[in-house]
């Protein structure tokens, strides 16, 4: 059984305005079952922040390609991408990088 | 690469047999520090050496080509996004090193307010404008803001192509670096105003360079427009940021009367008249750079920079080939482009990912602003540049190599000038993308103007009456065949060629006149083989 969460998300490059234009979310994520990792994550965004046009987001089970998700100011790519298992008071940071220039 | 039974379907694949590239591995190059970013397949760096590599990159590719002489005065091109501002800070860094390694160019900085195009209101490009100001004045460099509205005054002469004497041999860049350095090291006392008190921190806009400050520089700042601004800054000076770059703004930093409300619906009017998103993308990249073109030329740049990043080439050169620009390609995806002949356009970022270029602003703190553009939001299948963006980047998620390679391919593409002009005269240039034609002409054009001159040999002199008729029969064909093919294909989602800005249309008119004209004479001109042959005169 998973203790409830507090963790910061934040959206930068433009992924902001998906999520009504707020960059920084101080979300509390319920005590669960499983541990929370990137994929329940993801699935809790989509279904509490995400505002609009979900595919722009999220494709599939993970975030669409162009858009980096960085953990603790660390590419998710050393630390398991969607299997990396949340700790309290980390802070997950998405940049789309699609709006290039 | 492929392996049999793998499955795809997952959106990144896993890491091959060698360990993952997790936190319990150290960085790839210094084997020290825990690596925070994987960068192309599995090369994990920690952030010192990140930077290092990053800068390095840039100064490599700026190096390489040695096209940027010293001394030279540069536009650079910022759009407000990642790329472009991160250009600007390594502009900004590399220019305040230590003398052995200092970039040694003039820089500035030019934005264009697309917000008309964008269906922005008032109110909200004030609010960027207002955001934009704060990180050029932290910047420090000359600066100038545009309004896409000012395409409506822009001279035809943007739209001709003024040759320049080639920049020279590699013993030329050479020479030039040698005297420059020398120049240097020779004292310089008219200019010590220069270097301000820098204080340590790059932010703090120590030096505002307002128009105040121009009037209060001793007048010998005025003859560092031509002399390398950084002569004064000796070995001892602290590599500070913008302070030791405070160069005289002599009356560099322009920004034009907001534009009036008619121009801007008149803007909006050109904009809502496109039919799809590709032409509209098309059309406001073709406005944006002649306006960019404009402003080097007015104001004495003799190159642009723009941050297109490696990520935004390989996209781009795609979907050149889908839009009908394949003759195009070496000049629109290469590092240089000299299509204007006086301003070359440079990509120094085009090296860079868009993931390191967002990582590095991320890491050290680079200012950027976002604005919503032209297809922000838009559907993935609305335009041709969303439809190639979402393909590359999607292989480019399963297969990391794709856009190294599709760059790399860039890189081979040579470019060839059209048989028979090597040499000789230049020949005709694309009216709005100023590329040497890849369709003949000629031929069409003779076919036009016959057709235009028969009904009017009614009148007392055919000659006299050619420009009326041309025009009455079909001036939209007259511009049409203007163009390349990539363009006259964009154009074809343009119902009405009015609300184009005028100089276009201007100078198309002009054009298509010469044409007609020099058509017209050429019955009665003496042709000197002609001549040789028969002994006719």
Redesign the interface.
């Known amino acids: 059984m998973a203790a409830p969460l507090s963790v910061e998300v934040e959206f930068?490059?433009?992924a902001?305005?998906?999520f009504d234009g707020v960059k920084k979310h101080q979300v509390t994520l319920p005590g669960q079952e499983e541990p929370w990792d990137i994929r329940s994550l993801l699935v809790w965004i989509k279904k509490n922040l995400l505002k609009e046009?979900p595919?722009?987001f999220i494709?599939?089970d993970?975030?669409r390609?162009?858009i980096?998700v960085?953990i603790n100011?660390?590419?998710w790519?050393?630390?398991?991408?969607l299997d990396y298992q949340l700790q309290d008071q980390d802070s997950v940071?998405f940049?789309s990088?699609?709006?290039?220039? | 690469m492929c392996q049999v039974g793998e499955d795809y379907g997952?959106?990144?694949p896993e890491m091959p047999p060698p360990p993952?590239?997790?936190?319990e591995l150290k960085c790839v190059k210094c084997k020290e520090d825990l690596?925070?970013?994987?960068i192309r397949a599995g090369d994990?760096f920690c952030r010192d050496c990140f930077k290092a590599f990053y800068v390095h990159k840039f100064r490599a590719v700026l190096g390489k080509n040695r096209l940027i002489f010293p001394g030279e005065k540069v536009l650079l091109a910022w759009?407000?996004?990642?790329?472009?501002s991160s250009m600007i800070w390594q502009v900004l860094e590399g220019l305040s090193r230590d003398s052995a390694k200092r970039l040694r160019f003039v820089p500035g900085i030019v934005y264009v307010d697309e917000g008309a195009a964008c269906g922005q209101s008032p109110g909200d490009r004030a609010r960027t404008l207002a955001e934009m100001k704060l990180i050029l004045q932290t910047v420090g460099f000359p600066w100038h803001i545009v309004a896409l509205e000012e395409v409506f005054s822009l001279p035809p002469s943007v739209l001709r192509y003024l040759a320049q004497e080639p920049s020279g041999t590699k013993g030329a860049y050479k020479a030039a670096v040698d005297s420059f350095l020398q120049q240097q090291h020779a004292p310089a006392e008219g200019e010590e105003q220069l270097s301000q008190p820098g204080s340590q921190d790059p932010q703090s806009p120590a030096g505002p360079p307002t128009a105040a400050q121009t009037e209060a520089q001793p007048p010998t700042a005025a003859q560092t427009e031509a002399q390398p601004p950084t002569a004064a800054q000796t070995e001892t000076q602290p590599p500070t940021a913008a302070q030791t770059e405070a160069q005289p703004p002599t009356a560099a930093q322009t920004e034009a009367q907001p534009p009036t409300a008619a121009q801007t619906e008149a803007l909006s009017r050109l904009f809502d008249s496109v039919k799809t998103l590709t032409a509209k993308e098309e059309l406001l990249q073709t406005l944006r750079t002649h306006l960019i073109l404009h402003v080097a030329r007015t104001h004495g740049y003799s190159k642009v920079m723009t941050?297109d990043?490696c990520?935004?080439l390989a996209i781009k050169l795609m979907t050149s080939l889908a839009l009908g620009r394949g003759a195009f390609l070496a000049w629109d995806t290469g590092f240089s482009d000299e299509r204007h002949g006086d301003v070359v356009v440079v990509r120094p970022m085009r090296e860079h990912t868009?993931?390191e270029?967002?990582?590095y602003n991320?890491?050290f703190a680079v200012p950027s602003v976002?604005t919503?553009?032209i297809d922000?939001?838009a559907p993935?299948k609305s335009s041709i540049h969303r439809l190639m963006?979402?393909f590359m980047?999607?292989l480019?998620?399963q297969f990391p190599s794709t856009v190294s390679t599709v760059y790399r391919t860039s890189e081979k593409l040579v470019k060839a000038p059209r048989h028979g002009s090597a040499g000789g005269p230049p020949g005709p240039r694309c009216l709005l993308c100023m590329c040497a034609l890849d369709i003949d002409t000629a031929a069409t054009q003779r076919v036009v103007v016959h057709q235009a001159l028969r009904p009017c040999t009614e009148g007392p002199r055919p000659g006299t009456q050619v420009q009326l008729c041309s025009h009455r029969e079909d001036p939209r064909a007259h511009v049409i065949e203007q163009l390349c093919y990539g363009c006259r294909v964009n154009m074809k989602d343009l119902p009405s060629l009015d609300p184009l800005p005028p100089y276009i249309l201007t100078e198309a008119q002009f054009r298509s006149q010469r044409a007609s004209v020099l058509q017209e004479m050429q019955e009665y001109l003496i042709d000197s083989d002609d001549e040789a042959q028969t002994g006719e005169s």
Do not use: N
């Open positions: 930068g490059g433009g902001e305005l998906l046009r595919e722009l494709q599939g993970s975030v390609p162009g980096l960085l100011d660390a590419d790519e050393l630390l398991g991408e940071l940049i990088t699609l709006h290039g220039g | 997952a959106p990144a993952r590239a997790g936190r690596p925070v970013v994987v994990a759009s407000g996004g990642p790329s472009s941050g990043s990520t935004r868009l993931k270029v967002a990582f991320r890491l976002f919503p553009a922000t939001k993935e963006e979402a980047l999607r480019q998620a």
